[in-house]
């Protein structure tokens, strides 16, 4: 059974930086693409970043551009969002999330939902 | 990159049928039958509870059904129970390896 352990989160002062991290375990983490996912308080969800199973693609939301960057290693079976420039309007809880998919010869597929998710770390933006 | 538009809440009884529609646009619902319903308890991880629009990942009670007629997706429980209540997320994928929430959907049953 898949299960993913976020860690790293905290309070952080306003244009510092965070790194989280995504533990995973239970399943072949290298074929799965990776997201996080984030929930400010008492808001809704909201998309951040995914990377493919490999590493070599990463997209993210309009308002993380240039500021996260998402990485994982795969040997490790962990991912990572590096957070830069860090705004009060970026406290939440950050989930990480597996997409749910498949791997034959041709590659590794994702169906664009989320199968797995972290229990989530929360980040406080604050002076 | 809009967030897809759900009503903030809505109610029902035991046993009864309810609706939860979650509204894009072209570029997104319209475009992908890529739409994903998450089921969200308080203090909870979000669960996933429909995927590729109308699919039931294992383990998901028959109750929950997902459907799309245009730009518009739809999440319908029947037979409602009270281990229902919570917050009900719909999201699309986007394309260009993008993709957006709905605002949410707070399930009440009465």
């Known amino acids: 059974q898949a299960q993913l352990v976020e860690s790293g989160g905290g309070v952080v002062q306003p244009g510092r930086s965070l790194r989280l991290s995504c533990e995973a375990s239970?399943?072949?983490?290298?074929?799965?693409?990776m997201h996080w996912v984030r929930q400010a308080p008492g808001k809704g969800l909201e998309w951040v970043a995914v990377?493919?199973?490999?590493?070599?693609?990463?997209y993210y939301g309009n308002s993380m551009k240039g500021r996260f960057t998402i990485s994982r290693d795969n040997s490790k079976n962990t991912l990572f969002l590096q957070m830069n420039s860090l705004r009060v309007e970026d406290t939440a809880v950050y989930f990480c999330?597996?997409?749910?998919?498949?791997?034959?010869?041709?590659?590794?597929?994702?169906?664009?939902?989320?199968?797995?998710w972290g229990q989530g770390t929360p980040v406080t933006v604050s002076s | 990159q809009s967030a897809l538009t759900q009503p903030a809440s809505v109610s029902g009884s035991p046993g009864q049928s309810i609706t939860i529609s979650c509204a894009g646009t072209?570029?997104?619902?319209?475009?992908?039958?890529?739409v994903s319903w998450y089921q969200q308890l308080p203090d909870k991880a979000p669960k996933l509870m429909i995927y590729e629009g109308s699919k039931r990942p294992s383990g998901v009670s028959l109750r929950f059904s997902g459907s799309k007629s245009g730009n518009t997706a739809s999440l319908t429980i029947s037979g409602l129970q009270a281990e229902d209540e919570g917050d009900y997320y719909c999201?699309?994928?986007?394309?260009?390896?993008?993709?957006?929430f709905g605002g949410g959907t707070k399930l009440t049953v009465l």
């Open positions: 990377i493919w199973h490999d590493g070599l693609n990463k």
């Open positions: 072209s570029s997104d619902i319209g475009s992908y039958n890529l």
């Open positions: 999330a597996r997409e749910e998919g498949y791997c034959n010869a041709g590659g590794c597929y994702g169906s664009a939902a989320f199968d797995s």
């Open positions: 239970g399943f072949i983490f290298g074929n799965y693409h």
């Open positions: 999201c699309s994928f986007a394309g260009t390896s993008i993709w957006v």
